[in-house]
């Protein structure tokens, strides 16, 4: 592989990353199961577990999550950071930290739960097209805040 087509995988792979966030926070089913393999697996971890809490395998296991995410949430914004990876040729792994926002909104403005996540991933290459075949989302810790309504907002 050249140096310039590591380089093209690298940001093909980063785009993939945000890809996903942003299908999560538009709540985009098509989209977020266009960064999956048709094959491919989602497991979630509390804080410090060593196994996952859920696990969905498959597009239509995966098929859930956007209405989950609408449903539970008056809005999300995930935030990708530190995407290392390692590339051998047509697979990929790689780690992302994330700092995933969570809106609860309310009569007085509403709640923020900030989630930060490790994700440790695995990635392949087929018909020259990069997408998730395994991602593991680590909850590493949360916080919330209180979040103003548009009227006390500084911005407003």
Do not use: K
């Amino acid at each position: 592989m050249t140096h310039h087509d590591e380089l093209a995988d690298r940001s093909e792979l980063t785009e993939l990353a945000y890809r996903y966030a942003s299908a999560v926070d538009a709540r985009d089913r098509d989209a977020f199961l266009a960064v999956f393999h048709s094959d491919g697996r989602l497991s979630t971890f509390a804080p410090n577990a060593t196994e996952p809490f859920s696990v969905q395998t498959g597009h239509r296991e995966l098929a859930w999550i956007p209405p989950v995410m609408r449903d539970r949430f008056t809005a999300t914004m995930h935030v990708m950071t530190n995407h290392l990876l390692r590339i051998e040729g047509d697979t990929a792994t790689g780690s992302i930290y994330c700092s995933a926002r969570h809106l609860f909104a309310n009569a007085m403005g509403g709640m923020d739960l900030v989630v930060l996540i490790r994700y440790e991933d695995q990635y392949r290459r087929d018909d020259g097209e990069w997408r998730i075949l395994d991602r593991e989302i680590h909850f590493l810790w949360s916080e919330t805040h209180s979040v103003l309504t548009p009227e006390q907002s500084v911005m407003a």
